[in-house]
């Protein structure tokens, strides 16, 4: 069975911090990219970050440059993605993702997925 268990959310001040953490199993883990969505309320889901499978690159919204990183550890199986400078506009519920990535390209759109976790809720307090 895949899970995907995203953790970290909370309820933070604007222009501080959160690290959500996305632990996998029941795949393998190094062969698919990870990433995060996310969704506030009445507002459409939306790509935040991704990392590939393989070389482990990157790709960000650029809502989001500049204040937040992805990475993996996949001895772990788990992705984390470290979020600074946070702001109002980031409240939403974080859904961590997985996709076979056999060409180390990264995720694709959200109709593309191949699985999705249960989302964390963050809060940012202005």
């Known amino acids: 069975e895949v899970q995907l268990q995203a953790s970290g959310g909370g309820l933070v001040q604007a222009g501080g911090s959160l690290r959500l953490s996305c632990v996998a199993s029941?795949?393998?883990?190094?062969?698919?990219?990870i990433g995060w969505f996310r969704q506030a309320p009445g507002k459409e889901r939306e790509g935040v970050s991704c990392i590939s499978s393989g070389v482990g690159t990157t790709d960000y919204a650029d809502f989001v440059k500049g204040r937040f990183s992805i990475s993996r550890d996949n001895a772990k199986n788990t992705v984390y993605l470290e979020m600074n400078s946070l702001k109002s506009a980031d409240t939403a519920v974080y859904y961590c993702?997985?996709?076979?990535?056999?060409?180390?390209?990264?995720?694709?759109?959200?109709?593309?997925?191949?699985?999705w976790g249960k989302g964390t809720q963050v809060t940012v307090s202005s």
């Open positions: 993702v997985a996709d076979y990535d056999p060409f180390q390209k990264g995720c694709p759109p959200d109709y593309g997925i191949d699985y």
């Open positions: 029941g795949f393998t883990f190094d062969k698919y990219a």
